[in-house]
T-cell receptor, first 117, second 115 residues
Framework: AQTVTQSQPEMSVQEAETVTLSCTYD???????LFWYKQPPSRQMILVIR??????QNATENRFSVNFQKAAKSFSLKISDSQLGDTAMYFC??????????????FGTGTRLQVTL | DAGVIQSPRHEVTEMGQEVTLRCKPI?????LFWYRQTMMRGLELLIY????????DSGMPEDRFSAKMPNASFSTLKIQPSEPRDSAVYFC?????????????FGPGTRLTVL
């Protein structure tokens, strides 16, 4: 079974600054996907960024980037130039890779990010 | 496409009543997932379907919970009888196998309150 750990229950960052959210996971799988989801107060789950385990290059999406360390089983999210709209819960999630098949997401407990003026 | 549609958005019921949550996946998607979000347990999978067939229901908490997918465009999650500890946000998500990353698209969720 897979586990995902987010050790920071809450974080705060000032507008325009950079913040990094931590995530570690445990799995015996060799190929998998990792995701960061954002959940604002509206509770909608929004995909922020994703990474395939066999790709060494770290994923980036505009102001969002990840630091993927496969050997250390670490998958941190960096948010640059933080904006008030980034205030939300952020969930790290793991999905086993299947050829032609889908699988469930295993979520961490989340990090509540507050962006302040 | 309208995305994943869930109804109702909010449900308040009394203990012992039957509750039915509904989900319409994105057209053409062949996987459908039901997740539950609570403060105590976070986000956890209840059950998922592939081509309308249940694949993994190991997350269904007990016999009071049942899920069906009678066709490719509709699924229900039923709780009978409901209990206060069932209060949670229930999410439905769908995906298309073979699509890059097997990305799951989430509905807006149903907030269930059992009094």
């Amino acid at each position: 079974a897979q586990t995902v750990t987010q050790s920071q229950p809450e974080m705060s960052v000032q507008e325009a600054e950079t913040v990094t959210l931590s995530c570690t996971y445990d799995t015996s799988e060799s190929n998998y996907y990792l995701f960061w989801y954002k959940q604002p107060p509206s509770r909608q789950m929004i995909l922020v960024i994703r990474q395939e385990a066999y790709k060494q290059q770290n994923a980036t999406e505009n102001r969002f980037s990840v630091n993927f360390q496969k050997a250390a089983k670490s998958f941190s999210l960096k948010i640059s130039d933080s904006q008030l709209g980034d205030t939300a819960m952020y969930f790290c999630a793991f999905m086993k890779h299947g050829s032609g098949t889908a699988s469930k997401l295993t979520f961490g407990t989340g990090t509540r990010l507050q962006v302040t003026l | 496409d309208a995305g994943v549609i869930q109804s109702p958005r909010h449900e308040v019921t009394e203990m012992g009543q039957e509750v039915t949550l509904r989900c319409k996946p994105i057209s053409g998607h062949d996987y459908l997932f039901w997740y539950r979000q609570t403060m105590m347990r976070g986000l956890e999978l209840l059950i998922y379907f592939n081509n309308n067939v249940p694949i993994d229901d190991s997350g269904m908490p007990e016999d009071r919970f049942s899920a069906k997918m009678p066709n490719a465009s509709f699924s229900t999650l039923k709780i009978q009888p409901s209990e206060p500890r069932d209060s949670a946000v229930y999410f439905c998500a769908s995906s298309l196998a073979g699509r890059q990353y097997n990305e799951q698209f989430f509905g807006p969720g149903t907030r269930l309150t059992v009094l």
